[in-house]
Nanobody, 121 residues
């Protein structure tokens, strides 16, 4: 069984920063891509940033230059450093992790429960 848990959301003023963390645990053989998505009220869930097993990164245009995704493979953890936040960044942020699990060695994508980020103007 695999568990994915996010932390680090909260309320911040515009221009401020937050750091999100997401850790995977359980019956893990290996982790491939890790990523962050967000969903604002009344909108579809959208990709924020992804990072491959080889540390290649991809960002949504709306967060380029402000957000940084990184990972700690030893801790099965992915981070999202968010700087220069604006009210438009307000959303529930979800972690998504591509895991090859034990004992099947099949690859599945797991979602965390989400963490609320609110940016006040």
């Amino acid at each position: 069984q695999v568990r994915v848990v996010e932390s680090g959301g909260g309320l911040v003023q515009a221009g401020g920063s937050l750091r999100l963390s997401c850790s995977a645990s359980g019956s893990i053989f290996s982790i491939n891509a890790m990523g962050w998505y967000r969903q604002a009220p009344g909108k579809q869930r959208e990709l924020v940033a992804t990072i491959t097993g080889g540390a290649g990164t991809n960002y949504a245009d709306s967060v380029k230059g402000r957000f940084t995704i990184s990972r700690d493979n030893a801790e099965n953890t992915v981070y999202l450093q968010m700087n220069s936040l604006t009210p438009e960044d307000t959303a529930v942020y979800y972690c998504n992790v591509e895991i090859r699990s034990i004992p099947s060695l099949r690859v599945f994508r797991y979602w965390g429960q989400g963490t609320q980020v609110t940016v006040s103007s």
